[in-house]
Structure formats: C-alpha cells, structure tokens
C-alpha cells in the first residue's frame, strides 16, 4: 500500500505521515493525562468535602506531617522533571548521551523521592498513625482524626504508585535510548514519557500544601 | 495490493494466535462481539431465571438471598459486560476506522490491549460469581456493600479493570477520529455514527476515570475500613452515591449515544433520503454529553440531598430531554417522504423510535421531584431504564448488527426469519416491561423475590413476555451462526448506502481499502449521487 521508501520503520502502517503519527500520539496522551487528573480528582473532592467538614481535625493533624522532608521531596520531584524536559531537549539535538545521563539522574531522583517517602511512612506506621480501622495514634485532637490518615494515605499512596510506574517507563526509555531506538527525527515516546512525568510532579505540588502547609 | 482476491481480513492468517494477537481493529472487533454475545447469554439467561421466580408470590425457584445475588448479577454483567462494550467496542471497532475512509484506529496495540483488558475483568466478574456473588445490587451502594457477606471485592476489581478498558477505547476512537479522517472529510462530512462515537468517548474518557476511584475507595473500605463512607467512623455513605453517580449517569449515555448515532445511519440509509437536521443532531450529540455530567443528583432524590439540589438536579433533568427530542424529530423529518424499505435494520430502528420515545418520557416523570419521590425504586424505574436501555440501545445493536453483518462477513441472515425475531423482540419487549410501569405505578417495589398476592396477574404478564423475548433471540442466534457459513453472499453495498464503509468490500481486505481513499460525497447526499451502485451487490 504504502511506497517502499519514505515509509521509515519507526512509522506505522496505518499512519501515512510521521506528523500524523505524532499528533496522534499527543491527543492520546494528553487525554490520557485528563483521566489521570480525573482519577485524583475524585480523591481532591473527598479531601475538600472532609476538609470542610472537619477543619480543625486537618489542622490539627497536619501538624504530625513532616514539612521539611515534604519541601525536601518537592524540591527533588521538580529538579526531576527539569533533568526529564533536558533528555527530551538532548535527543531533539541527536546528543544520544546526554539522553542517557538525564534520563539516569531523573531515575535518581524519583528513586530518592520514594525513599524519602518510605521514611516518612514507616514512622507514621510506627507512631499507629495509619488509616481507617488501624488507626492506633492518640495525640491528635478532634473526633475521627483517621479520616485525615485515610485520605493522607490514599492520595500520597496513588501518587506513589504513579512515580513506580513513571520510573518503570523512564526505565524502558533509557533501554530503547541506548539500543538507538530515537533520532532526533524521532523521540515521540521520549516526550510523552516527559509528559506523564510532569503530571506525576504537578499532582505532588497540589498534594504538598493541601497535607503539610494547612494554614 | 491486488484488488478483489478471495483474501479478507477473515481468512488472511489463520490459527487462534493470528485472532489472539491480532491488531486489526476489525478482528478485534469480532472478539469483543464474542465476549459481549456470550455475556449477553449469561445476562439473559439470569433474567428469564428471575421472571421464573417472580411468576407467582410464593417462593418458587430460589431463596431471597439467592434472588438478590441473580438480579445483581444480572444488572452488572449486561451493563458492564455488555451494553457499554456493545456498540462502541464491537460494532464501533469494526466500523469507525472504514467509515473514516482509514487502516486502522489510531493506536492499534492499545485496541487490542482493551480487550485483553474486558477478558481480565470479566474474568473477575465470573471469579466473584464463583465466589459468592455480591448481592448488593448493581449499584454497591454503601454502607450494605461495605458489610455484606456477598462477594463484593472481586467484582469490584472486575468493574476497575472494565473501566479502564472503556477509556482506553473512548481515547483511542478520538484520535482515531481527529487524525486519520480520510482526505477531504470534514468535521460536518462525517457520517452521524462517528459523531455518537465521539461523544461517547468524550464522556468515557472524562466520567470513567471517576468509577476507577470510586470502586477503590469501596475496596479500601471493605478491605481495610479505611472510614470514608462509613458514618460510625465519621465518614459519608451518600458521598458514595455522589460519585457513583457522578459516573453513572453519565454511562447511561455511553450506552445510548452510539445507538442514536447507528439510528442516524439506518434511516438515512432505509428512506434514501439526505438526513433532516445532519449539524442538530451531531450538535446535540455533544450537548448530551455536557449535560449528562450536570444531572447525577436526580438518582438521590430521596437520599437526604439538599432541597435545593434537588431542585436543580430536576431542573437540569428536564433540559437533558431537548437533545434527545431534538433526535427523535430530525429521525422521524428524514423519514417523511423519504423512499422507505422496511429491511430488517430499519424495522429495529422503527422499533427503537417506538421504545426510546416511550423510554425517555418516562425518563421526564421521573426527573421531577415530587413524581420520583413516588415511583423511586419501584417497577416504574426498572420499567423506564429497560425501555431505555433494553428499547433503546440494545435494539440499536441489533439494528446496527443487522445493518453491518454483511460487511462483517460478506454474507447475509434469512430475511423472512429475522423479521420473525424482530417481531417477537418488539412485542414480548413490551409485553415484558409495560406491566412494569403498571405495577410500578401501583407501588410495587423493586428488588424483592416475592409480593403481594394482587400484583399476581401483572407479574405473570411480565414473565410470559420474557419467554417471547428469549424466544426471539434463540431464533436470532441460529439464523445469525447459520448465515456466517451458509448466508447468502453480498456485494460491496448491499443497501447503497453512501458512507464510506460500503466502498470496501464484503468481508474487507485486512488493510480496508484497495485505494487510499479520499472523500467523493458526503454521507447523506442520496439527492446528489444518483443510484450507481444499483448493478453490484443488489439484494
Ligand atoms: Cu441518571
């Protein structure tokens, strides 16, 4: 169907433009991203419906979170997302090794994201800070401080999942990258990769103020 | 490519991997119309079960508990596994990418993914049923589904995972449709089926993602009472109505969008005739799907919901009803005066005309506050929503499966023996369900295996309807299998319909088209294009 040449092999058969075939990708991306954002939004609702409903519980508990370990996680999730955009820039301008080192620090960082988190899960786990029934912590004031715990817990819990599954697709970039699967002609999976990294970093920048900065 | 060889994407590869693996949208189209058919039997089967037990007050076949566990099931697998999936994962796989004059849809693999995605969260449906079943209704309201015995959490993960797969085919068919339109099709020359397509992949796309949330929050509850929705532990089980409603309404028109959209094409194909008010009815598409996120509320009317949210939930109901009507006028507009043949797939559609119209005013009743208050949860509802979603989409199905088989295999059903099921659909359908509205005008309650001794004649009513229904799709079912090996063979364009499906042939050649195709009229110009397709493939 399509000539021999000018079809090149990063290009799928039912595309009959490599533009086409990347603006297709984009449309499914940034659709993609909107479920995402609709997924959290459901969990954005429940904190505002129980935030206003307890204001003083969230106060109050928000006051357990560790804020400096918090500012330390956000500071690490937005240098990631700058090392991702300059992988991206890297292979625009075919510098294949500046690919790989950027998508490495971007692992990095994500890697050191999770283990700060790990710190502060297992000494909220420690103190029987946790959700719902398990909840065993006594030192916050205020009618059912597990709901704060609850919604802590799932949100900062979703979240971490997507910074697995982010370092996962990070991690399948780099392999391609080094078996020479992108040119500067073509990088499309490079930058939706950085896409969804970037939602993955916005989402903590909501999550960060609304648990640890309760005014 | 060669033209007109006796290869088509059905016998190009063969074995089962060359199914399992495939990436043709139009393969993976006939396996989700395996999965949905198989569903649909499992679906119908559970409620002729049902009509059984309720065909006299006493306990007949089953215990309460039992009974609670076949109509949850029932309501789940054939909204879930069947009416979503439906129009827009099988018939829509197959035709979407031939009407747009293109290979393929836009992410080939992802197809494919999401069916493998529908096998693994059926197969989950199935495990809970083997498991125990939930017997929480479809609805899983909380606090009962957080606490019963019933088997909730693996249909739960079911529901998640089917969830998913719809989004990833409502994303998939809106690239498809901005980017591999043939050249020369414009926004306003698609045809009106694609335009349901997109609507319903905006709203698949935008309301799903809330269910995939909302049924993990009911897991985490159920699993490690997380306390959300569980007013002992300072939580809120309406907030759990609110977001499954948020989602559910909204899927309501997953289902019924597409269906209009087949409706569109099989009138305007039927009366040979350019289709009345083409941009009202493409324009009210997307109008439903904008408004159907603005009315959840009028599912909560008795659930302790503010006054005046119910007030404006009501209020916004009436509006959703203008689209629909808008619908129905244009369809009926076409048809005046048009060159009517009364083929099978138009004899559903007239069926659908009927059922939907009868559906959706019903619909209006109930969005008021006052008349809901009455009839909810009552046989009245369940009378409304199978007039809409057994009258309305299901018969657009079959109207649209009807309509397209011969593309699917190159061969046509018996004429005479589908106009026989047609027939015994349309009457034992209402036979089944107008005794419904009765009883449940009568406040008759859904949802109970028993009732009182009065309401004895009408339920009988309702039972013996079911059994014409289930005998009219037995016949279906034979002449269906029977025509794939045995039909009679087809041109190209067996009804001369002038969009784009027609122009490849019967069954397609794995890559669609034997030419790049470019648009040389639009949809509904019969007043343009004078009937040159009348020497091939004339019944
Ligand atoms: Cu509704």
Redo the contacts between chains.
Sequence with gaps: ?SNAEGHPTHL????STTE?QK??AK??MW??L???V??????F??YA??RAW?PDLFHNAHSFLDTGLGATNTVVLITSSLTMALAIRAMQLGNKNATIWNLVATLGLAGTFLVIKYIEYSHKFHLGQL????YTFTGVEG??P??FF??YF?MTG?HGIHVIAGMITIGWMLYRTTKNHFSAEYYTPIEMTGLYWHLVDLIWIFLFPLFYLIG | MSTATATNYLNEAKGWKSWLLTQDHKRIGIMYLAGIFFFFLVGGLLALIIRWELFTPAKDIMEADTYNRFFTLHGAIMIFLFIIPSIPAALGNFVLPLMLGAKDVAFPRLNLASWYLYVIGALFALYSIISGAADTGWTFYTPYSTSTSGSVVAIAVGVFILGFSSIFTGLNFIATIHKLRAPGMTWFKMPLFVWGLYATAIIQVLATPVLGITVVLLILERMVHIGIFDPAMGGDPVLFQHFFWFYSHPAVYIMILPGMGIISEVIATFSHKRIFGYKAIAYSSLGIAFMSFLVWGHHMFVSGQSELASLIFSFLTFFVGIPSGIKVFNWVATMYKGQISLKVPMLYAISFLILFSIGGLTGIFLGAVSVDVHLHDTYFIVAHFHYTMMGGTVIAFLAGLHFWWPKLWGRIYNETWAVVSCLMIFIGFNVTFLSQFIMGAQGMPRRYYTYPEEFQRLHGFSSVGSLILGAGFLIMTIYLLHSIFRGKKVGRNPWQSLTMEWEAESPPITHNFDKDMVLEHGPYDYDIVDAKYTEEGTL
């Design positions: 169907m799928a058969h039912h595309f086409q603006d297709s449309i499914g659709l993609f909107l479920t995402e609709l997924l959290f939004g459901g969990l609702c429940a419906i129980f307890y959700p719902g029934k398990y009618g059912n597990h709901i609850s919604i799932m979703l």
